[in-house]
Protein backbone atom coordinates (compact mmCIF):
# COMPACT_ATOMS: atom_id res chain seq x y z
CA UNK A 1 0.00 0.00 0.00
CA UNK A 2 1.10 3.56 -0.84
CA UNK A 3 0.24 6.70 0.69
CA UNK A 4 1.00 10.25 -0.54
CA UNK A 5 1.44 12.90 2.23
CA UNK A 6 3.78 15.25 0.41
CA UNK A 7 2.02 18.68 0.64
CA UNK A 8 0.16 18.01 3.58
CA UNK A 9 0.75 19.95 6.93
CA UNK A 10 2.04 18.92 10.06
CA UNK A 11 0.73 17.29 11.97
CA UNK A 12 -1.30 15.59 9.17
CA UNK A 13 1.57 13.51 7.55
CA UNK A 14 1.30 11.83 10.99
CA UNK A 15 -1.91 11.22 11.87
CA UNK A 16 -2.34 9.82 8.21
CA UNK A 17 0.51 7.23 8.54
CA UNK A 18 -0.99 6.25 11.90
CA UNK A 19 -4.19 5.69 10.80
CA UNK A 20 -3.37 3.84 7.71
CA UNK A 21 -1.54 1.22 9.44
CA UNK A 22 -3.54 0.62 12.51
CA UNK A 23 -5.53 -0.48 9.81
CA UNK A 24 -3.24 -3.06 7.71
CA UNK A 25 -3.68 -6.96 7.63
CA UNK A 26 -0.55 -8.78 9.15
CA UNK A 27 2.30 -8.67 6.69
CA UNK A 28 1.01 -5.55 4.94
CA UNK A 29 3.75 -2.81 4.38
CA UNK A 30 3.67 0.92 3.44
CA UNK A 31 5.67 3.34 1.36
CA UNK A 32 5.28 6.68 2.52
CA UNK A 33 6.46 9.37 -0.04
CA UNK A 34 7.16 12.32 1.64
CA UNK A 35 8.79 15.88 1.15
CA UNK A 36 10.54 15.69 4.27
CA UNK A 37 12.17 13.43 7.33
CA UNK A 38 9.08 12.90 9.52
CA UNK A 39 11.52 13.30 12.37
CA UNK A 40 8.93 13.17 15.44
CA UNK A 41 7.15 9.59 13.09
CA UNK A 42 9.87 7.11 14.12
CA UNK A 43 9.42 7.53 18.20
CA UNK A 44 5.43 6.43 17.33
CA UNK A 45 6.39 3.66 15.07
CA UNK A 46 8.41 2.28 17.20
CA UNK A 47 5.59 2.27 20.17
CA UNK A 48 3.37 0.51 17.98
CA UNK A 49 6.30 -2.32 16.75
CA UNK A 50 6.65 -0.58 13.24
CA UNK A 51 9.84 0.17 11.62
CA UNK A 52 11.07 2.52 9.43
CA UNK A 53 13.17 2.06 6.47
CA UNK A 54 14.53 4.52 3.84
CA UNK A 55 14.65 3.50 0.48
CA UNK A 56 15.06 5.08 -3.23
CA UNK A 57 12.89 7.77 -4.27
CA UNK A 58 12.15 10.61 -6.82
CA UNK A 59 14.55 14.30 -6.46
CA UNK A 60 13.09 15.76 -3.53
CA UNK A 61 11.25 12.81 -2.06
CA UNK A 62 11.99 10.54 1.04
CA UNK A 63 10.32 7.31 0.54
CA UNK A 64 9.80 5.62 3.62
CA UNK A 65 9.20 1.60 4.08
CA UNK A 66 6.96 0.85 7.24
CA UNK A 67 6.93 -2.49 7.86
CA UNK A 68 5.73 -4.64 10.95
CA UNK A 69 9.16 -4.88 13.22
CA UNK A 70 9.19 -9.20 13.39
CA UNK B 1 17.49 0.35 0.39
CA UNK B 2 19.47 2.21 2.76
CA UNK B 3 21.65 1.23 5.68
CA UNK B 4 20.88 1.15 8.90
CA UNK B 5 23.20 4.51 9.08
CA UNK B 6 21.88 6.21 6.71
CA UNK B 7 18.26 5.73 8.45
CA UNK B 8 16.86 9.32 9.71
CA UNK B 9 20.10 10.40 8.02
CA UNK B 10 18.78 14.14 6.96
CA UNK B 11 16.86 14.26 10.53
CA UNK B 12 20.04 15.60 12.04
CA UNK B 13 19.25 18.88 9.82
CA UNK B 14 16.02 19.63 11.91
CA UNK B 15 17.24 18.29 15.40
CA UNK B 16 19.31 20.40 17.66
CA UNK B 17 22.14 18.18 19.56
CA UNK B 18 20.14 16.48 22.36
CA UNK B 19 21.91 18.74 24.87
CA UNK B 20 20.87 22.06 23.95
CA UNK B 21 16.80 21.91 24.70
CA UNK B 22 17.34 19.74 27.57
CA UNK B 23 19.66 22.19 29.47
CA UNK B 24 16.66 24.80 29.17
CA UNK B 25 14.17 21.42 30.56
CA UNK B 26 16.76 20.63 33.00
CA UNK B 27 17.19 24.46 34.02
CA UNK B 28 13.57 24.59 34.30
CA UNK B 29 13.11 21.54 36.21
CA UNK B 30 15.27 22.93 39.04
CA UNK B 31 13.72 26.19 38.63
CA UNK B 32 10.44 24.54 39.70
CA UNK B 33 11.71 22.99 42.75
CA UNK B 34 13.57 26.09 43.68
CA UNK B 35 10.25 28.35 42.88
CA UNK B 36 8.23 26.08 45.40
CA UNK B 37 11.34 26.32 48.18
CA UNK B 38 10.88 30.07 47.86
CA UNK B 39 7.12 30.00 48.20
CA UNK B 40 7.68 27.93 51.25
CA UNK B 41 9.87 30.18 52.74
CA UNK B 42 7.34 33.11 52.17
CA UNK B 43 4.61 31.20 53.74
CA UNK B 44 1.97 33.62 55.32
CA UNK B 45 3.43 36.33 53.22
CA UNK B 46 1.76 35.01 50.42
CA UNK B 47 -1.88 35.62 51.38
CA UNK B 48 -1.66 39.64 51.66
CA UNK B 49 0.72 40.14 48.62
CA UNK B 50 0.31 43.34 46.64
CA UNK B 51 3.72 43.66 45.13
CA UNK B 52 6.98 44.70 46.49
CA UNK B 53 10.47 43.18 46.56
CA UNK B 54 10.65 39.81 48.68
CA UNK B 55 10.60 35.82 49.14
CA UNK B 56 7.30 35.99 47.29
CA UNK B 57 7.51 37.87 43.93
CA UNK B 58 11.36 35.88 44.18
CA UNK B 59 9.16 32.62 43.91
CA UNK B 60 6.54 34.01 41.86
CA UNK B 61 9.36 34.94 38.98
CA UNK B 62 11.11 31.77 39.59
CA UNK B 63 7.86 30.19 38.20
CA UNK B 64 7.48 32.50 35.69
CA UNK B 65 10.67 33.19 34.06
CA UNK B 66 12.74 29.96 35.57
CA UNK B 67 10.07 27.24 34.70
CA UNK B 68 7.29 28.80 32.47
CA UNK B 69 9.89 31.08 30.21
CA UNK B 70 12.52 28.86 30.22
CA UNK B 71 10.19 25.75 28.97
CA UNK B 72 8.92 28.08 26.20
CA UNK B 73 12.62 28.47 25.12
CA UNK B 74 13.55 24.92 24.64
CA UNK B 75 10.43 23.54 23.30
CA UNK B 76 9.65 26.42 20.75
CA UNK B 77 13.81 26.16 19.86
CA UNK B 78 13.77 22.78 18.67
CA UNK B 79 9.92 22.29 18.14
CA UNK B 80 9.55 25.53 15.33
CA UNK B 81 11.70 24.74 12.97
CA UNK B 82 9.97 21.03 12.46
CA UNK B 83 6.91 22.86 12.53
CA UNK B 84 7.72 25.18 9.73
CA UNK B 85 10.25 22.79 8.04
CA UNK B 86 13.38 24.78 8.65
CA UNK B 87 16.84 23.56 9.58
CA UNK B 88 17.98 24.49 12.47
CA UNK B 89 20.92 26.90 12.94
CA UNK B 90 24.03 24.26 12.70
CA UNK B 91 26.03 26.39 15.21
CA UNK B 92 25.48 25.86 18.94
CA UNK B 93 27.12 29.05 20.44
CA UNK B 94 23.94 30.97 19.95
CA UNK B 95 21.48 28.65 21.82
CA UNK B 96 24.65 28.14 24.14
CA UNK B 97 24.56 31.85 24.84
CA UNK B 98 20.97 32.33 25.23
CA UNK B 99 20.93 29.80 27.67
CA UNK B 100 23.97 30.99 29.46
CA UNK B 101 22.73 34.76 29.67
CA UNK B 102 19.03 33.74 30.74
CA UNK B 103 19.89 31.85 33.50
CA UNK B 104 22.29 34.44 34.68
CA UNK B 105 19.99 36.95 34.62
CA UNK B 106 17.07 34.89 36.41
CA UNK B 107 19.34 33.69 39.17
CA UNK B 108 20.10 37.61 39.16
CA UNK B 109 16.71 38.74 39.70
CA UNK B 110 15.36 36.46 41.46
CA UNK B 111 18.61 37.33 44.37
CA UNK B 112 17.62 40.30 43.54
CA UNK B 113 13.94 40.10 44.51
CA UNK B 114 14.52 37.91 47.66
CA UNK B 115 17.17 39.88 48.87
CA UNK B 116 16.11 43.01 48.37
CA UNK B 117 18.72 43.98 46.38
CA UNK B 118 17.56 46.70 44.10
CA UNK B 119 21.21 46.84 41.84
CA UNK B 120 21.47 43.62 41.68
CA UNK B 121 17.61 42.72 40.63
CA UNK B 122 18.48 45.66 37.78
CA UNK B 123 21.48 43.90 36.37
CA UNK B 124 19.21 40.63 36.19
CA UNK B 125 16.60 41.84 34.70
CA UNK B 126 19.25 43.70 31.98
CA UNK B 127 20.84 40.44 31.54
CA UNK B 128 17.32 38.60 30.80
CA UNK B 129 16.35 41.16 28.72
CA UNK B 130 19.52 40.43 26.51
CA UNK B 131 18.86 37.08 26.57
CA UNK B 132 15.04 37.00 25.49
CA UNK B 133 16.21 39.77 22.58
CA UNK B 134 18.65 37.13 21.09
CA UNK B 135 15.94 34.90 21.19
CA UNK B 136 13.41 36.79 20.02
CA UNK B 137 16.19 37.28 16.88
CA UNK B 138 16.38 33.28 16.58
CA UNK B 139 12.25 33.22 17.16
CA UNK B 140 12.15 36.10 14.23
CA UNK B 141 14.55 34.04 11.89
CA UNK B 142 12.16 31.09 11.93
CA UNK B 143 9.26 32.85 11.57
CA UNK B 144 10.29 34.68 8.51
CA UNK B 145 11.24 31.67 6.73
CA UNK B 146 8.66 29.45 7.89
CA UNK B 147 7.24 27.26 5.15
CA UNK B 148 3.18 27.05 6.03
CA UNK B 149 1.75 26.73 9.18
CA UNK B 150 0.57 30.16 9.01
CA UNK B 151 -1.77 29.61 12.33
CA UNK B 152 1.63 28.82 14.26
CA UNK B 153 3.19 31.37 12.79
CA UNK B 154 1.01 34.24 12.99
CA UNK B 155 0.93 33.19 17.04
CA UNK B 156 4.29 33.08 16.70
CA UNK B 157 4.84 36.98 15.84
CA UNK B 158 2.22 38.01 18.07
CA UNK B 159 4.01 36.12 20.98
CA UNK B 160 7.20 38.09 19.80
CA UNK B 161 5.68 41.73 20.06
CA UNK B 162 4.47 40.30 23.30
CA UNK B 163 7.62 39.62 24.34
CA UNK B 164 8.59 43.26 23.49
CA UNK B 165 5.54 44.77 25.55
CA UNK B 166 6.70 42.59 28.44
CA UNK B 167 10.56 43.40 27.99
CA UNK B 168 9.45 47.34 28.78
CA UNK B 169 7.49 46.73 31.50
CA UNK B 170 9.56 44.12 33.32
CA UNK B 171 12.83 46.75 32.60
CA UNK B 172 10.49 49.77 33.96
CA UNK B 173 9.09 47.51 36.74
CA UNK B 174 12.87 46.49 38.33
CA UNK B 175 14.17 49.89 37.16
CA UNK B 176 11.90 51.52 39.90
CA UNK B 177 13.39 50.34 42.85
CA UNK B 178 16.53 51.93 41.63
CA UNK B 179 15.09 55.00 41.04
CA UNK B 180 14.70 54.48 37.34
CA UNK B 181 11.24 55.25 35.81
CA UNK B 182 10.22 54.42 32.11
CA UNK B 183 6.65 53.57 32.57
CA UNK B 184 4.08 54.54 35.36
CA UNK B 185 3.69 51.83 37.92
CA UNK B 186 0.27 50.41 37.45
CA UNK B 187 0.58 50.63 34.04
CA UNK B 188 3.53 48.64 33.72
CA UNK B 189 2.46 46.19 36.31
CA UNK B 190 -1.08 45.67 34.17
CA UNK B 191 1.45 45.06 30.55
CA UNK B 192 3.65 42.78 32.55
CA UNK B 193 0.89 40.42 33.71
CA UNK B 194 -1.07 41.34 30.70
CA UNK B 195 1.97 40.66 27.95
CA UNK B 196 3.85 38.37 29.75
CA UNK B 197 0.74 35.64 30.95
CA UNK B 198 -1.65 36.20 27.95
CA UNK B 199 0.47 37.48 25.44
CA UNK B 200 3.82 35.56 25.42
CA UNK B 201 2.82 32.13 27.60
CA UNK B 202 -0.64 32.42 26.14
CA UNK B 203 0.13 32.81 22.45
CA UNK B 204 3.18 30.44 22.36
CA UNK B 205 0.84 27.62 24.29
CA UNK B 206 -1.99 27.86 21.97
CA UNK B 207 0.36 28.59 18.81
CA UNK B 208 2.04 25.05 19.60
CA UNK B 209 -1.36 23.49 20.84
CA UNK B 210 -2.53 23.52 17.07
CA UNK B 211 0.38 20.87 16.17
CA UNK B 212 0.97 18.96 19.36
CA UNK B 213 -2.70 18.11 20.55
CA UNK B 214 -3.55 16.81 17.35
CA UNK B 215 -0.28 15.14 16.89
CA UNK B 216 -0.16 13.71 20.68
CA UNK B 217 -4.36 12.79 20.17
CA UNK B 218 -3.70 11.36 16.52
CA UNK B 219 -6.34 13.92 15.35
CA UNK B 220 -7.25 16.18 12.55
CA UNK B 221 -6.13 19.60 12.32
CA UNK B 222 -9.17 21.76 14.10
CA UNK B 223 -11.14 23.61 12.10
CA UNK B 224 -9.24 26.76 10.40
CA UNK B 225 -12.04 28.92 10.76
CA UNK B 226 -12.95 28.42 14.66
CA UNK B 227 -8.97 28.45 15.35
CA UNK B 228 -8.42 31.55 13.48
CA UNK B 229 -11.01 33.17 14.85
CA UNK B 230 -9.80 32.49 18.44
CA UNK B 231 -6.50 34.39 17.21
CA UNK B 232 -8.17 37.51 15.85
CA UNK B 233 -10.05 37.70 19.50
CA UNK B 234 -6.61 36.76 21.41
CA UNK B 235 -5.15 39.94 19.16
CA UNK B 236 -7.82 42.05 19.94
CA UNK B 237 -7.77 41.64 23.73
CA UNK B 238 -4.12 42.45 23.62
CA UNK B 239 -4.57 45.69 21.41
CA UNK B 240 -7.20 46.53 23.37
CA UNK B 241 -5.29 45.93 26.70
CA UNK B 242 -2.76 47.63 25.86
CA UNK B 243 -4.73 51.09 24.54
CA UNK B 244 -6.37 51.03 28.01
CA UNK B 245 -3.09 50.33 30.05
CA UNK B 246 -1.28 53.16 28.26
CA UNK B 247 -4.18 56.00 28.71
CA UNK B 248 -5.55 56.32 25.55
CA UNK B 249 -9.36 54.66 25.76
CA UNK B 250 -11.76 54.47 28.67
CA UNK B 251 -10.68 51.93 31.28
CA UNK B 252 -13.90 50.62 31.02
CA UNK B 253 -12.57 48.69 27.79
CA UNK B 254 -10.54 46.46 29.98
CA UNK B 255 -13.26 44.75 30.77
CA UNK B 256 -14.17 43.77 27.01
CA UNK B 257 -10.30 43.11 26.55
CA UNK B 258 -10.99 40.27 28.99
CA UNK B 259 -14.00 39.09 27.56
CA UNK B 260 -12.14 39.10 24.34
CA UNK B 261 -9.52 36.60 25.81
CA UNK B 262 -11.49 34.82 27.22
CA UNK B 263 -14.07 33.85 24.35
CA UNK B 264 -10.71 33.20 22.73
CA UNK B 265 -9.30 30.90 25.26
CA UNK B 266 -12.79 29.12 26.00
CA UNK B 267 -12.97 28.82 21.35
CA UNK B 268 -9.21 27.34 21.31
CA UNK B 269 -10.03 24.90 24.72
CA UNK B 270 -13.25 23.65 22.31
CA UNK B 271 -11.19 22.96 19.43
CA UNK B 272 -8.40 21.23 21.54
CA UNK B 273 -11.17 19.02 23.41
CA UNK B 274 -12.76 18.64 20.43
CA UNK B 275 -9.43 16.48 18.69
CA UNK B 276 -8.87 15.34 22.15
CA UNK B 277 -12.28 13.17 21.60
CA UNK B 278 -11.91 12.23 18.16
CA UNK B 279 -8.40 11.28 17.90
CA UNK B 280 -7.26 8.05 17.47
CA UNK B 281 -5.74 7.79 20.76
CA UNK B 282 -7.97 8.53 23.67
CA UNK B 283 -5.89 7.45 26.77
CA UNK B 284 -2.87 10.60 26.88
CA UNK B 285 -2.19 9.68 30.42
CA UNK B 286 -1.29 11.72 33.38
CA UNK B 287 0.25 14.33 31.12
CA UNK B 288 -3.32 15.56 29.78
CA UNK B 289 -4.77 15.06 32.96
CA UNK B 290 -2.37 18.32 34.30
CA UNK B 291 -3.39 20.10 30.98
CA UNK B 292 -6.73 19.83 31.54
CA UNK B 293 -6.70 20.65 34.96
CA UNK B 294 -4.28 23.88 33.58
CA UNK B 295 -7.52 25.12 31.11
CA UNK B 296 -9.19 25.05 33.92
CA UNK B 297 -7.62 27.10 35.80
CA UNK B 298 -6.60 29.14 33.17
CA UNK B 299 -10.36 29.53 32.55
CA UNK B 300 -10.85 30.86 35.84
CA UNK B 301 -8.34 33.54 35.42
CA UNK B 302 -10.60 35.46 33.10
CA UNK B 303 -13.48 35.27 35.51
CA UNK B 304 -11.29 36.29 38.46
CA UNK B 305 -9.85 39.46 36.53
CA UNK B 306 -13.60 40.13 35.36
CA UNK B 307 -14.51 40.17 38.96
CA UNK B 308 -11.41 42.06 39.72
CA UNK B 309 -11.86 44.60 37.52
CA UNK B 310 -15.81 45.08 38.50
CA UNK B 311 -14.67 45.36 42.30
CA UNK B 312 -16.79 42.42 42.92
CA UNK B 313 -15.84 41.90 46.34
CA UNK B 314 -14.10 38.92 47.02
CA UNK B 315 -11.16 38.44 49.69
CA UNK B 316 -7.82 38.53 48.65
CA UNK B 317 -9.14 38.15 44.43
CA UNK B 318 -5.71 39.69 43.39
CA UNK B 319 -3.70 36.63 44.77
CA UNK B 320 -6.70 34.23 43.76
CA UNK B 321 -6.17 35.42 40.37
CA UNK B 322 -2.01 35.16 40.63
CA UNK B 323 -2.22 31.33 41.60
CA UNK B 324 -5.04 30.43 39.03
CA UNK B 325 -3.22 32.11 36.19
CA UNK B 326 0.61 31.35 36.79
CA UNK B 327 -0.77 27.86 38.85
CA UNK B 328 -2.93 27.06 35.05
CA UNK B 329 0.44 28.16 32.84
CA UNK B 330 2.81 25.65 34.93
CA UNK B 331 0.13 22.86 35.42
CA UNK B 332 -0.62 22.97 31.54
CA UNK B 333 3.19 23.69 30.42
CA UNK B 334 4.12 19.98 32.91
CA UNK B 335 1.59 17.95 31.37
CA UNK B 336 2.90 19.23 27.63
CA UNK B 337 6.56 18.87 29.05
CA UNK B 338 6.21 15.21 30.85
CA UNK B 339 5.24 13.91 27.16
CA UNK B 340 7.51 16.37 24.87
CA UNK B 341 10.57 15.52 27.16
CA UNK B 342 10.95 11.75 26.78
CA UNK B 343 9.39 12.03 23.03
CA UNK B 344 12.29 14.09 22.18
CA UNK B 345 14.45 11.37 24.36
CA UNK B 346 13.67 9.00 21.90
CA UNK B 347 13.93 10.61 18.90
CA UNK B 348 17.71 11.98 19.86
CA UNK B 349 18.41 8.47 21.16
CA UNK B 350 16.69 6.59 18.60
CA UNK B 351 18.47 8.26 15.07
CA UNK B 352 20.13 6.08 12.83
CA UNK B 353 18.87 3.47 14.97
CA UNK B 354 16.56 0.49 12.80
CA UNK B 355 14.99 0.04 16.16
CA UNK B 356 14.85 2.95 18.47
CA UNK B 357 13.67 3.30 21.69
CA UNK B 358 9.59 4.52 22.37
CA UNK B 359 9.09 6.60 24.38
CA UNK B 360 7.16 4.69 27.10
CA UNK B 361 10.38 3.09 27.53
CA UNK B 362 12.21 6.46 28.22
CA UNK B 363 9.49 7.27 30.78
CA UNK B 364 9.04 6.89 34.07
CA UNK B 365 5.65 7.09 35.12
CA UNK B 366 5.65 6.29 39.06
CA UNK B 367 7.52 9.72 39.49
CA UNK B 368 4.69 11.54 37.49
CA UNK B 369 1.92 9.85 39.18
CA UNK B 370 3.34 11.39 42.03
CA UNK B 371 3.69 14.83 40.66
CA UNK B 372 0.22 14.67 39.30
CA UNK B 373 -1.13 14.30 42.80
CA UNK B 374 1.08 16.17 44.74
CA UNK B 375 0.62 19.02 42.30
CA UNK B 376 -2.78 19.29 41.96
CA UNK B 377 -3.13 19.42 46.30
CA UNK B 378 -0.84 21.96 45.77
CA UNK B 379 -2.58 23.94 44.17
CA UNK B 380 -5.70 23.39 45.81
CA UNK B 381 -4.51 23.99 49.11
CA UNK B 382 -2.78 27.08 48.10
CA UNK B 383 -6.32 28.37 46.98
CA UNK B 384 -7.69 27.02 49.98
CA UNK B 385 -4.87 28.45 52.07
CA UNK B 386 -5.74 32.20 50.86
CA UNK B 387 -9.27 32.27 50.59
CA UNK B 388 -9.44 31.04 54.11
CA UNK B 389 -6.65 32.81 55.87
CA UNK B 390 -5.38 29.89 56.84
CA UNK B 391 -1.43 29.86 57.06
CA UNK B 392 -1.70 25.89 57.50
CA UNK B 393 -3.47 25.24 54.45
CA UNK B 394 -1.02 27.49 52.27
CA UNK B 395 2.06 25.68 54.10
CA UNK B 396 0.51 22.43 53.36
CA UNK B 397 0.25 23.29 49.95
CA UNK B 398 4.04 24.75 49.38
CA UNK B 399 4.93 21.40 51.10
CA UNK B 400 3.46 19.09 48.78
CA UNK B 401 4.54 21.58 45.82
CA UNK B 402 7.56 20.47 47.00
CA UNK B 403 6.98 16.94 46.50
CA UNK B 404 5.88 17.00 43.59
CA UNK B 405 8.52 19.38 42.07
CA UNK B 406 11.18 16.67 43.37
CA UNK B 407 8.77 13.76 41.87
CA UNK B 408 8.96 15.48 38.64
CA UNK B 409 12.54 16.23 38.70
CA UNK B 410 12.82 12.01 39.20
CA UNK B 411 11.19 11.91 35.71
CA UNK B 412 12.97 14.29 34.39
CA UNK B 413 16.44 12.74 35.23
CA UNK B 414 15.41 8.99 34.72
CA UNK B 415 14.52 9.81 31.17
CA UNK B 416 17.77 12.36 30.42
CA UNK B 417 20.07 9.37 32.29
CA UNK B 418 18.87 6.98 29.71
CA UNK B 419 18.79 9.22 26.62
CA UNK B 420 22.52 10.17 27.36
CA UNK B 421 23.56 6.33 28.10
CA UNK B 422 21.96 5.63 24.72
CA UNK B 423 23.82 8.56 23.08
CA UNK B 424 26.87 7.40 24.77
CA UNK B 425 27.01 3.98 23.85
CA UNK B 426 25.85 4.56 20.13
CA UNK B 427 29.46 6.90 20.43
CA UNK B 428 31.45 3.92 21.24
CA UNK B 429 33.54 2.57 18.12
Redesign the interface.
Known sequence: MHVEVRGLLPPNPFVTIIGLIERLAPGQTLTVHHDRDPVPLYAELAERGWLAERIHGEPGEVRLLLSRDA | ??TAN??????S???LQAAIPFRFFAAAVLFHLLAWLALAWAGPDIIDFVGGLGWTLAGLHLLTLGVLVMTALGASLQLLP??T?QPVMSQRWPYELLWGLYVLGVMAVVAGMALWLPTLLWLGALTVALALLLYLGLLALNLRGAK??PLVVVHGWVAALSLLVLLASALSLAGLYSGIILIERTAAIGLHVSFAAYGLMGLLVMGFSY??V??FA????PAPAWSHLSLGLAMFALLVAMLVLLGLVSPVLFRLAIVAGALAFLIHVALMEQALRSG?RRNLGTSFVLVRLGWACLAASFALALALEMEIGLRHAAVLFGILLIGGLLTLLLGVLSRIVP?LA??HA?AGM???????NMTAQRPLDIHLYCHSAALALLLAGVSFDNVWLLRGGTLAGIAGAVAYGAFFLHTWRRMSKMLASKAQP
Do not use: E, Q, Y
Open positions: MATFLGSAGRLVARGMILPMLADNMFAMGRRPPTPS
